[in-house]
C-alpha cells in the first residue's frame, strides 16, 4: 500500500526548538524561590558509618537543609527493593549517597559538604563476582531473602546472587555425548558508561504539609519512578508528578530512578524547590554497565548443525541489584543466540559486589551476550573450517522454527538481514595484506526481545481547526519518537504532518506508558496512538453522519475527508464536522490503549510460547586493518542490515544504525571505566575515559530490511537497541579473520591487540 | 439517596497551597532569559494617529523589540471581530494599545515609554449611547457591516449599533390596550471595575520560525482565546498552548483575550519569552462592566396579573464589542422578569462609543436587567398598593409556566425561594423608625440562564494505587470548582476525597471546555466528570470480569470496592484489579463529554423552546436603615436564597452567596468609574474607587434551596453569577419601604440618597 507520510524521510518535528536552544530539557527549569542541592557520595567501596557530623554544615550562612539516611529511612528499587535513599549505617560502594544538603547556591552546598566530618570504618570491598559467589563470601545484603522483588527476579537469600535465571531446553548433557564436536569459550565484556551529553539532573517541587511532589528530571521512564518514589516515600500515586520534556540521551542510563528519590527528599525537607545537578564525574559514579563473564559450550554434528549449547553467565550488577537481575535474565534468554539449538541450558547470574551500580544499557544485556555467542560461532567455524556466513545460514532460525525460550519465529527478517550484510561487506575483493597492516572481514548477528508485559495508551486531542495534540508519555531522548508520531497521525487521519503537535511526558496529564526503552516506543506507542487516531475517524464519522443527515455506512474516509456515497462531489473537512457537532467549538479525544499479548515465562525452565510480542533482527559485518607493527586498528567500513518491520522514516532508522555504529567503535575498541583495588574509579571524566567523536566515524552502509511486523503499525517494530549489539563481534569476528586470533576481553585496545600480535607470532604465518 | 461525600462541605482541596503561598498564579512564572513588556495605551478617547517615532525608544540599551500596529496588523474578536491588537492608526478610547516594547527589564520598558513620540490629532470621542444611536452621528467602525460575528449577534451596518437583540412575545401593543395599569419607569446602571485582587498578566514564550505560542495568563476560558488568536495570527490551533493555572478572581473580567494578543506578538517579535504585567490603573482602563439603561413598561389588571412588559435597554459597550453583544442579548432575554407574561416586547441594543470596553461581569447583563425590573416590581406595587411580596407570588413562574423566551419552566426552585426569603426577613417586627433613622424591607427576585450551545469534557486518569487525577480546562478563580469536581469522583468511584488531584487547565493536555463563566461549571463539568468517572467503573468491570474470570453481569460497584453477587464474602480493590490486567502497571482513561441540549433562538423573536440546558433562580431580601439627617445607610440584614439544585459543597455555596452579597453592596452604593467629559477615567485606582472591605460585611442569611436539577450531576447547577443580582434592587427596594423614595440610577451613595429625601421630603411623611 502506498502512504502519504509514513515511510518518507519528513524532517524530524524537534529540529527547530533543538537547532535554536529553544527546546526545553530538564538542566533548564528555573523555578521561583528554587535552592540547589548537593550530596556527599561515600568516597569509600566498603565501610561502616560510625558517626555524622552535620552540625557545622548546618550552620553554615546560606544552609537550609542538611538531611541524612536517619531523615530518609526509605529503601526503593523497582526490581528489588534494596536500595537506601541515603545510606544507612552501611556504604557498600564509592559514590553511595551519605548526607544530602539544600542550601541558597550550590557554591555554598559544595561549600557546606566540606563542614561534614563523617567517621568511618572501612571495609576490605569484594570486588570480584566470583569470590562474592562463593558460599564463604560475606554479603553485601544479609535481607535479601526478605526484600521485595519482582517476578521475573529469583534472588538466593543467604548468598550474594541478587537472582539466578535458568532456560532448559531439551538436554544438553545427552546432546553434547552425541555430538561429533564440543567448543568452548569464555568471553567478557566491560564496565563502560552511558556517555549522554546532558548530565543527570533532577527538580523537584514539594512541600511538607500537602506530600505533593513534582519533580522535572531527565528521566526515561517516568512511570516507573513515580511508582518507585510512591512506594519509597508512601505517598499516592496521584501525588506525585513527574515531568519530563527531552532527554540528552539516556541509552537505559536514565531508567529508573536516579536521583528523584534524593532530591524529593531534599524537597520534602524544606518545602521549597531545590535543584539537584550531578557533574560528569557524579555521573560517572552513578550508574554504569556492569561488566559481564560468559562461559560458552556448543556442541555440534559433522555437518556443522548446532545441537546443543550451553552457558554460564556472571553479571557483576554493583552495590545493589538497580535492574541487573532483568538484564541477566534478558542476556539469559538471548545468550544462545539466533539459532535453531534443540537442547540449551543457561545460567544467568546477578551477582552483588562493591562496586558501581549497574543499570540498563542500550540492549539490556544482549550486546554483552551478542559479543560472546558471535565471538564463539567465529572460532567453531575457524575450528571446523567451515565459511562464518555458511554456519549461521546452516542454524539461524528460520519463520516458523521455535527458539531457545520456546517462541515459534513469525518473520523472515533475520535470514535477509544475513545475507545482505555479508552481500554488502564482499561486494568487492578484499587485499588481505598492504604493508604491515592486514585486513579481515567479520560479521555477527542478533535477535533481541522488547519489554513484556508492557502497556501503551495515548490521546490525540482534535482541535477544531483539524489540528491534533498528542499526548503521549514516550520520553523524546533524540530518537525521534514525537517524528514518528507524528508521522503515524498524519497518515491515519490525513492531517498535515507539520501541525501535529506531540507533548512532552507528564504523568499529571499524559496518559500510562510502561517505560521509553527496550525498542519498544514505536511498535508500542505508535500502535496506542494508531487505535487513538482510529478512534478519533469513528466518533468523526459518527457525528458527521448526525449532521450530514446520512447513514453511517454512507460515509468514508479519504485522508482527512469525509465523503458521501450518495454524493460523490461533496466532501467535508474535519474543521466543518466539529464546529457543527458542538454548535460552536469544542474539541475531540481519541483514546488508544495498547496491550501486546505475552505469556510470563515458567520460572524453572524460561519457556514461554510469548516471551516478547516480537522479536528484532539484525546482521552486521565489519572490513578492518590492522596494523601489526603498532596493533593500531581501523574500521574500514561497516554495514548494518537490521529488520525494521517497516521504516516509518527511513532517515530515522538510519541514524539509529549510524548513532549505534559510532557507540559501538568505542565500546568495542577502547571505553572502560577502570576502579582501583580499593574500588574507587580512576577514570571519571572525558579525558581518561574516552569516547568516540565525529573524528572516529567510518564509513557505514546501513540496510533497511522491511519484513513486515504482522501486528506492528503500518508494519513497523524498533531497532534502536539490536542497532549497538553486533559492532563489537562483527569487528573483533573481522580481527580473528585478518590474524588468525580471536580476542575474548572487551575493549580490543591497541595495546591488547599488540600484546595479542606478540604472544601469537605464529598464528599470523598463514595470514 | 445518601451520599458519603457529595452533599459534605468537606474543606477545600487549594486550602494548603493558598495558605502556604504554594498555589500558582499567572504572576508567578518565570522563564529563563524572559523579558519584560509594556504597553503605550492611548491619553485620547478619539483621535487620528498622525505619526509614531519610536526610534529613540529603540535604540534604549536593553529595548529588544518596539513594535506597532503596522507590525502587527490584526484584528480579534469571538463576538465581533472588530478590535486590532495595536491601533491601526484610528484611536477609539483611551487606554488603547498604540505600541508595545520589550526590555530587559520592566524598568527600562517604562523608560522606552518615555522615549516615544506620537503625533495625534485628537477628536471629539462619542461619550453618550444615545447619541452615538442618531442616524448622523459619525461612525466608530465604518466596516461594522463587514466584521465576521457569531450567530447570536446582530449588527446594524452603518450605525453605531453593534447588536440589535429582539424578544417577541404576544402583542404587547395590544395587550397595553385591554389593561387596567399601564406603569412606566426608567433605570441605569453604571460603569464599575471588577477589582478581582490579581491584576492581568500574561507571559508568552514564542518564536518566529516555528510560530508555536506557549501562554500563561489570568484567563478563565483559555480555549476561547486560543481561538481568537490562532484566528487573529493565522496560526493553527495545535500549536497555540494556554496554560492557566489559579485565576486571582474574574467576575467575567478575564473572559475572552485581555492581554494575551499582545504579550503574544511581543514574544513573536523578539522569538524570547516575554511577561506583560498591567498596573492596577492599566487594569481600569482596559476592561469594565459597561453603563446600561433601561426602559420598561408594564400593564396589569386590575387583580395585579402582569399582562404585559415592553423593555427598550441601550448598553453602552465601549469601543470595541468585546461581549457586549451577548450581554445585551442575555439580559434581554431575561429582563422580563421571572414571571408568566403573556405579551412582551424587548429591544436591547448594543451600542459603540469611544469609552472603556465593556466585557462580562458576573451575570453577564441579568445583575442590571434585574437591578431595572424589579425595581419597577416595588414601584408598581406601591402604586398598586399591593404587598411586594403579593405581586410577586401572583406573577410568579410556576412549573410547567412558558417564560419569555418561550421554554417551559422545569423547575419549582423560584417560589421556593421567594418564600423563603420573605419568611427569613420578616421572621421578626422592625422597627420602622428609631431617632433620624428609618428602616425598611426589600426584596428583588432573579432568573437567569447559563451559555448554550456549549461543550464540557473531562478526562480521569486512575493510578495503579487507586487514585484519581482529573484533567480538566474548568478554571480555578477561587469559586471552588476544583473542589467539587474532586467531590464528584469520590463519591462515583468510592475514593477518598483528598487523594484526588485536579489539574490546572493546559489546552495542549486538559480537554476542551467552553468557558469558565456562566454558573456552567458544576452542571456541564460536573456532568463530564460524572460521565468520565462512569466511563472508569464501566471499564474496571470488564477487566475485572476478565481477571476474576467471571461474568460481568456477576459484578457490582460498591464505593470503589467490585464484588462477585456468587461470592459474597469477597470484594477486589482497584489497586488489584488493575495490577492484575495490566500485567505489572497502568493507569485507565475515563472520558467524559458533556454537551446539554438546547435550541438556537429565532434572530427576529428571540423564540427557543430552550434557550439554556437550565434556569437558576434567587430571592433576596434587604433590611435597611437610614439616617435621613446625613443619608448614610446601614443594610442590617440580608438574606439570599438561591436554588443550586443540590448543594454538592453547601460551605462553598454559601461563600458564594455571601461573597456575592458583599460585592452586590458595593455595586449599588458606591462604586463607580467616572469618566470626564473628554472620555478619561479619572479614578483608576482603590484609593478613589472605593470597593467594600471585611469592615463593610453586613448579617448575611444565606438558604439553600435544593430543587434537584432534574440532569445536573447529582441534581447539581450553577449559583455563582445570580447570587449577585437580587442584592441591588433588594436595598434598594427596602429603601423605597423605608423613605417612600424609588432612587432609579446606580450608584446609590450617600450623598444620592441625601439629595433624594431633601428633593422629596413630602414623600417621607408617611414613613
Same mark, same amino acid.
Given at each position: 500500500?502506498?502512504?502519504?507520510?509514513?515511510?518518507?524521510?519528513?524532517?524530524?518535528?524537534?529540529?527547530?526548538?533543538?537547532?535554536?536552544?529553544?527546546?526545553?530539557?530538564?538542566?533548564?527549569?528555573?523555578?521561583?524561590?528554587?535552592?540547589?542541592?548537593?550530596?556527599?557520595?561515600?568516597?569509600?567501596?566498603?565501610?561502616?558509618?560510625?558517626?555524622?557530623?552535620?552540625?557545622?554544615?548546618?550552620?553554615?550562612?546560606?544552609?537550609?537543609?542538611?538531611?541524612?539516611?536517619?531523615?530518609?529511612?526509605?529503601?526503593?528499587?523497582?526490581?528489588?527493593?534494596?536500595?537506601?535513599?541515603?545510606?544507612?549505617?552501611?556504604?557498600?560502594?564509592?559514590?553511595?549517597?551519605?548526607?544530602?544538603?539544600?542550601?541558597?547556591?550550590?557554591?555554598?552546598?559544595?561549600?557546606?559538604?566540606?563542614?561534614?566530618?563523617?567517621?568511618?570504618?572501612?571495609?576490605?570491598?569484594?570486588?570480584?563476582?566470583?569470590?562474592?559467589?562463593?558460599?564463604?563470601?560475606?554479603?553485601?545484603?544479609?535481607?535479601?531473602?526478605?526484600?521485595?522483588?519482582?517476578?521475573?527476579?529469583?534472588?538466593?537469600?543467604?548468598?550474594?546472587?541478587?537472582?539466578?535465571?535458568?532456560?532448559?531446553?531439551?538436554?544438553?548433557?545427552?546432546?553434547?555425548?552425541?555430538?561429533?564436536?564440543?567448543?568452548?569459550?569464555?568471553?567478557?565484556?566491560?564496565?563502560?558508561?552511558?556517555?549522554?551529553?546532558?548530565?543527570?539532573?533532577?527538580?523537584?517541587?514539594?512541600?511538607?504539609?500537602?506530600?505533593?511532589?513534582?519533580?522535572?528530571?531527565?528521566?526515561?521512564?517516568?512511570?516507573?519512578?513515580?511508582?518507585?518514589?510512591?512506594?519509597?516515600?508512601?505517598?499516592?500515586?496521584?501525588?506525585?508528578?513527574?515531568?519530563?520534556?527531552?532527554?540528552?540521551?539516556?541509552?537505559?542510563?536514565?531508567?529508573?530512578?536516579?536521583?528523584?528519590?534524593?532530591?524529593?527528599?531534599?524537597?520534602?525537607?524544606?518545602?521549597?524547590?531545590?535543584?539537584?545537578?550531578?557533574?560528569?564525574?557524579?555521573?560517572?559514579?552513578?550508574?554504569?554497565?556492569?561488566?559481564?563473564?560468559?562461559?560458552?559450550?556448543?556442541?555440534?554434528?559433522?555437518?556443522?548443525?548446532?545441537?546443543?549449547?550451553?552457558?554460564?553467565?556472571?553479571?557483576?550488577?554493583?552495590?545493589?541489584?538497580?535492574?541487573?537481575?532483568?538484564?541477566?535474565?534478558?542476556?539469559?534468554?538471548?545468550?544462545?543466540?539466533?539459532?535453531?539449538?534443540?537442547?540449551?541450558?543457561?545460567?544467568?547470574?546477578?551477582?552483588?559486589?562493591?562496586?558501581?551500580?549497574?543499570?540498563?544499557?542500550?540492549?539490556?544485556?544482549?550486546?554483552?551476550?551478542?559479543?560472546?555467542?558471535?565471538?564463539?560461532?567465529?572460532?567453531?567455524?575457524?575450528?571446523?573450517?567451515?565459511?562464518?556466513?555458511?554456519?549461521?545460514?546452516?542454524?539461524?532460525?528460520?519463520?516458523?522454527?521455535?527458539?531457545?525460550?520456546?517462541?515459534?519465529?513469525?518473520?523472515?527478517?533475520?535470514?535477509?538481514?544475513?545475507?545482505?550484510?555479508?552481500?554488502?561487506?564482499?561486494?568487492?575483493?578484499?587485499?588481505?595484506?598492504?604493508?604491515?597492516?592486514?585486513?579481515?572481514?567479520?560479521?555477527?548477528?542478533?535477535?533481541?526481545?522488547?519489554?513484556?508485559?508492557?502497556?501503551?495508551?495515548?490521546?490525540?486531542?482534535? &482541535? +477544531?481547526? $483539524?489540528?491534533? /495534540?498528542?499526548? !503521549?508519555?514516550?520520553?523524546?531522548? #533524540?530518537?525521534? *519518537?514525537?517524528? =514518528?508520531?507524528?508521522?503515524?497521525?498524519?497518515?491515519?487521519?490525513?492531517?498535515?504532518?507539520?501541525?501535529?503537535?506531540?507533548?512532552?511526558?507528564?504523568?499529571?496529564?499524559?496518559?500510562?506508558?510502561?517505560?521509553?526503552?527496550?525498542?519498544?516506543?514505536?511498535?508500542?506507542?505508535?500502535?496506542?496512538?494508531?487505535?487513538?487516531?482510529?478512534?478519533?475517524?469513528?466518533?468523526?464519522?459518527?457525528?458527521?453522519?448526525?449532521?450530514?443527515?446520512?447513514?453511517?455506512?454512507?460515509?468514508?474516509?479519504?485522508?482527512?475527508?469525509?465523503?458521501?456515497?450518495?454524493?460523490?462531489?461533496?466532501?467535508?473537512?474535519?474543521?466543518?464536522?466539529?464546529?457543527?457537532?458542538?454548535?460552536?467549538?469544542?474539541?475531540?479525544?481519541?483514546?488508544?490503549?495498547?496491550?501486546?499479548?505475552?505469556?510470563?515465562?515458567? &520460572? +524453572?525452565? $524460561?519457556?514461554? /510460547?510469548?516471551? !516478547?510480542?516480537?522479536?528484532?533482527? #539484525?546482521?552486521? *559485518?565489519?572490513? =578492518?586493518?590492522?596494523?601489526?607493527?603498532?596493533?593500531?586498528?581501523?574500521?574500514?567500513?561497516?554495514?548494518?542490515?537490521?529488520?525494521?518491520?517497516?521504516?516509518?522514516?527511513?532517515?530515522?532508522?538510519?541514524?539509529?544504525?549510524?548513532?549505534?555504529?559510532?557507540?559501538?567503535?568505542?565500546?568495542?575498541?577502547?571505553?572502560?571505566?577502570?576502579?582501583?583495588?580499593?574500588?574507587?574509579?580512576?577514570?571519571?571524566?572525558?579525558?581518561?575515559?574516552?569516547?568516540?567523536?565525529?573524528?572516529?566515524?567510518?564509513?557505514?552502509?546501513?540496510?533497511?530490511?522491511?519484513?513486515?511486523?504482522?501486528?506492528?503499525?503500518?508494519?513497523?517494530?524498533?531497532?534502536?537497541?539490536?542497532?549497538?549489539?553486533?559492532?563489537?563481534?562483527?569487528?573483533?569476528?573481522?580481527?580473528?579473520?585478518?590474524?588468525?586470533?580471536?580476542?575474548?576481553?572487551?575493549?580490543? /585496545?591497541?595495546?591488547?591487540?599488540?600484546?595479542?600480535?606478540?604472544?601469537?607470532?605464529?598464528?599470523?604465518?598463514?595470514?
Amino acid at each position: 500500500m502506498a502512504y502519504r507520510v509514513v515511510g518518507r524521510s519528513v524532517a524530524r518535528n524537534d529540529v527547530i526548538d533543538k537547532v535554536t536552544g529553544r527546546a526545553k530539557y530538564a538542566p533548564d527549569v528555573v523555578i521561583p524561590h528554587m535552592l540547589h542541592g548537593k550530596i556527599l557520595f561515600s568516597p569509600y567501596a566498603s565501610a561502616r558509618i560510625i558517626n555524622i557530623d552535620t552540625s557545622l554544615a548546618k550552620s553554615l550562612l546560606g544552609v537550609r537543609a542538611v538531611i541524612t539516611g536517619k531523615d530518609v529511612p526509605y529503601t526503593y528499587g523497582s526490581v528489588i527493593k534494596d536500595r537506601p535513599i541515603f545510606a544507612q549505617d552501611v556504604v557498600r560502594y564509592q559514590g553511595e549517597p551519605i548526607v544530602g544538603i539544600v542550601a541558597d547556591s550550590e557554591v555554598i552546598a559544595e561549600e557546606a559538604l566540606n563542614l561534614i566530618k563523617i567517621e568511618y570504618e572501612e571495609k576490605e570491598p569484594i570486588l570480584d563476582p566470583f569470590e562474592a559467589m562463593k558460599a564463604d563470601s560475606s554479603l553485601l545484603h544479609a535481607d535479601l531473602g526478605s526484600y521485595q522483588h519482582n517476578k521475573i527476579t529469583y534472588p538466593e537469600a543467604e548468598t550474594n546472587i541478587c537472582s539466578h535465571y535458568k532456560l532448559r531446553k531439551g538436554n544438553v548433557d545427552d546432546a553434547f555425548e552425541k555430538s561429533d564436536y564440543i567448543f568452548e569459550g569464555e568471553f567478557s565484556s566491560q564496565m563502560i558508561q552511558h556517555a549522554f551529553i546532558e548530565p543527570i539532573v533532577a527538580v523537584a517541587d514539594a512541600d511538607n504539609v500537602t506530600k505533593r511532589i513534582t519533580i522535572w528530571s531527565t528521566a526515561c521512564n517516568p512511570f516507573v519512578i513515580r511508582k518507585e518514589l510512591s512506594s519509597a516515600f508512601n505517598i499516592p500515586m496521584g501525588k506525585i508528578r513527574m515531568i519530563v520534556n527531552n532527554v540528552g540521551g539516556s541509552f537505559g542510563g536514565k531508567a529508573y530512578s536516579k536521583i528523584e528519590p534524593h532530591v524529593a527528599a531534599l524537597s520534602l525537607a524544606c518545602s521549597a524547590p531545590v535543584r539537584l545537578a550531578l557533574t560528569r564525574e557524579e555521573v560517572f559514579n552513578l550508574i554504569v554497565r556492569g561488566p559481564g563473564h560468559f562461559k560458552i559450550k556448543t556442541g555440534l554434528m559433522k555437518d556443522g548443525t548446532i545441537v546443543a549449547r550451553k552457558i554460564e553467565t556472571v553479571w557483576d550488577t554493583g552495590a545493589y541489584a538497580e535492574c541487573g537481575p532483568v538484564i541477566a535474565r534478558n542476556s539469559g534468554h538471548t545468550a544462545a543466540g539466533p539459532y535453531r539449538i534443540p537442547n540449551v541450558k543457561i545460567d544467568a547470574y546477578c551477582v552483588y559486589t562493591n562496586k558501581n551500580i549497574a543499570g540498563a544499557f542500550r540492549g539490556y544485556g544482549v550486546q554483552e551476550a551478542t559479543w560472546a555467542v558471535e565471538s564463539h560461532m567465529d572460532d567453531i567455524a575457524r575450528e571446523m573450517d567451515i565459511d562464518p556466513y555458511d554456519l549461521r545460514k546452516k542454524n539461524i532460525l528460520h519463520y516458523g522454527d521455535e527458539g531457545a525460550t520456546g517462541q515459534i519465529v513469525e518473520g523472515t527478517g533475520l535470514e535477509q538481514c544475513l545475507d545482505a550484510a555479508w552481500e554488502a561487506v564482499n561486494r568487492k575483493e578484499i587485499k588481505r595484506k598492504s604493508g604491515s597492516k592486514l585486513m579481515g572481514r567479520g560479521m555477527a548477528c542478533v535477535h533481541k526481545a522488547t519489554l513484556a508485559p508492557s502497556v501503551s495508551s495515548a490521546i490525540i486531542k482534535l &482541535s +477544531e481547526d $483539524g489540528t491534533a /495534540t498528542l499526548l !503521549t508519555s514516550t520520553t523524546e531522548q #533524540g530518537q525521534g *519518537a514525537t517524528t =514518528v508520531m507524528a508521522q503515524i497521525i498524519a497518515e491515519e487521519l490525513g492531517l498535515p504532518y507539520e501541525e501535529i503537535y506531540v507533548s512532552g511526558t507528564d504523568t499529571d496529564y499524559t496518559p500510562y506508558d510502561t517505560t521509553t526503552t527496550a525498542s519498544r516506543s514505536t511498535f508500542s506507542m505508535g500502535n496506542a496512538v494508531l487505535l487513538a487516531a482510529r478512534d478519533i475517524k469513528e466518533q468523526l464519522m459518527i457525528i458527521a453522519a448526525e449532521y450530514i443527515g446520512v447513514d453511517k455506512d454512507e460515509l468514508t474516509f479519504e485522508f482527512g475527508k469525509i465523503k458521501v456515497s450518495s454524493q460523490p462531489e461533496k466532501s467535508y473537512t474535519i474543521k466543518e464536522i466539529v464546529s457543527k457537532y458542538y454548535g460552536l467549538n469544542g474539541t475531540l479525544i481519541g483514546r488508544g490503549l495498547y496491550r501486546p499479548d505475552s505469556v510470563p515465562e515458567d &520460572s +524453572e525452565t $524460561g519457556q514461554s /510460547t510469548k516471551i !516478547t510480542p516480537f522479536w528484532m533482527y #539484525g546482521t552486521q *559485518a565489519a572490513e =578492518v586493518e590492522i596494523d601489526i607493527e603498532t596493533g593500531e586498528i581501523n574500521v574500514l567500513k561497516l554495514v548494518a542490515a537490521h529488520d525494521m518491520g517497516s521504516a516509518i522514516n527511513p532517515m530515522n532508522c538510519r541514524q539509529q544504525l549510524e548513532g549505534a555504529a559510532l557507540q559501538g567503535i568505542g565500546n568495542t575498541l577502547y571505553e572502560e571505566i577502570k576502579l582501583n583495588d580499593k574500588g574507587i574509579t580512576v577514570n571519571p571524566n572525558f579525558h581518561d575515559y574516552k569516547i568516540p567523536t565525529a573524528m572516529d566515524s567510518v564509513e557505514i552502509e546501513s540496510i533497511l530490511i522491511e519484513s513486515q511486523q504482522k501486528d506492528g503499525p503500518y508494519g513497523a517494530k524498533g531497532v534502536g537497541e539490536p542497532a549497538l549489539a553486533p559492532t563489537g563481534p562483527a569487528i573483533r569476528n573481522a580481527i580473528l579473520d585478518a590474524l588468525n586470533i580471536g580476542l575474548n576481553h572487551l575493549p580490543l /585496545t591497541q595495546e591488547k591487540i599488540l600484546a595479542a600480535i606478540e604472544e601469537n607470532k605464529e598464528k599470523l604465518e598463514g595470514c
